[in-house]
């Protein structure tokens, strides 16, 4: 697996983003940091929605709600624009939550499932996977990292998709920024952050 070899590729706004490459796929993974105002439980409220995705998610210009288990499961499908004249890719998204109380610490894990729908021949289908750490600062101050390694397969090459490997986490947490902010995701209880 791959080493703790992260590049700093980009700093702007409060949000720091780092790449590496490892021995796992040849695109470049990338991880992405910033402090922002908000609770834990905003953050799964923007998370749980979503239809709401393609409003903050970078490039992506659908999303569905496949499976909800509870507060610790959801399985959406997504598609995500791609550059011209590729075609546009999309991927079936599996999120594991977890709330470690002592830490205040969100565990959103990621995976891109194989199967679960119907793959469509004007979309490429995506592989990867990686997280979301969100932890609880203060009364109302989250530190969050998102992190991914994700193979855009078809015919893309590496060195073009890892061009704008600091594009995609720079502009989601940007837009995640934004949407913590807006009211309709404020105030929301869950019973996994009451463990």
């Known amino acids: 697996m791959a080493q703790e070899?992260?590049?700093?590729?980009?700093?702007?706004?409060?949000?720091?983003v780092f790449t590496r490459t490892n021995n796992v796929m040849a695109f470049k993974e990338f991880k992405a940091s910033m402090i922002v105002a908000g609770k834990v439980n905003d953050f799964l409220s923007v998370l749980y929605d979503v239809e709401g995705l393609t409003?903050?998610?970078?490039?992506?210009?659908?999303?569905?709600?496949?499976?909800?288990?509870?507060?610790?499961?959801?399985?959406?499908?997504?598609?995500?624009?791609?550059?011209w004249p590729y075609k546009d890719r999309d991927g079936i998204y599996s999120n594991e939550i977890r709330w470690d109380a002592p830490s205040k610490t969100l565990f959103v894990d990621i995976e891109l499932l194989e199967t679960g729908f119907d793959a469509d021949e004007n979309y490429v289908r995506m592989d990867g996977y990686g997280f979301w750490r969100i932890k609880?600062?203060?009364?109302?101050?989250?530190?969050?990292?998102?992190?991914?390694?994700?193979?855009?397969?078809?015919?893309?090459?590496?060195?073009?998709?890892?061009?704008?490997?600091?594009?995609s986490p720079y502009h989601t947490l940007l837009g995640l920024r934004e949407a913590l902010k807006n009211k309709k995701y404020q105030g929301k209880s869950y019973d996994i952050l009451k463990k």
Do not use: C, H
């Open 5 to 16: 070899n992260w590049d700093q590729i980009k700093s702007k706004e409060g949000i720091t």
């Open 55 to 83: 409003s903050w998610g970078y490039n992506l210009t659908m999303a569905k709600l496949l499976e909800r288990k509870g507060d610790t499961l959801q399985i959406y499908y997504a598609v995500a624009k791609a550059p």
């Open 136 to 167: 609880q600062l203060s009364s109302n101050e989250l530190e969050v990292n998102f992190q991914m390694q994700i193979d855009p397969a078809g015919s893309i090459k590496a060195w073009m998709a890892n061009m704008v490997a600091s594009d």
